[in-house]
């Protein structure tokens, strides 16, 4: 008989570290928009980044669908007084 495994539970969070120059690129991509858009109304969810060039995108709905080379830093960790 084989000993009972612990279940898993895919909705928690998996703390990880962030290279502070992604962290950093992410807040200025978040902050860029906002200049250019100061009346938009609908808040994103976070950035899509690449590791490699520090391009990214805003993520306003769903789950992102990254590249092997990318990570997503959600809008918590942008901006944390925000919430």
């Given amino acids: 008989m084989l000993p009972d495994r612990p279940s898993l539970d895919f909705n928690t ?3 990880s570290l ?6 950093r690129s992410a807040r200025h991509i978040y902050r860029t928009y906002y200049e250019v858009h100061p009346n938009e109304v609908q808040r994103p969810l976070g950035v899509a980044i690449s590791r490699n060039s520090r391009r990214g995108k ?26």
């Fill in 18 to 23: 962030l290279d502070p120059t992604l962290l």
């Fill in 58 to 83: 805003l993520i306003f709905n769903g789950k992102p669908i990254l590249l092997p080379h990318e990570c997503f830093i959600p809008l918590s960790q942008i901006e944390p007084n925000l919430h």
């Fill in 13 to 15: 969070p998996i703390p």
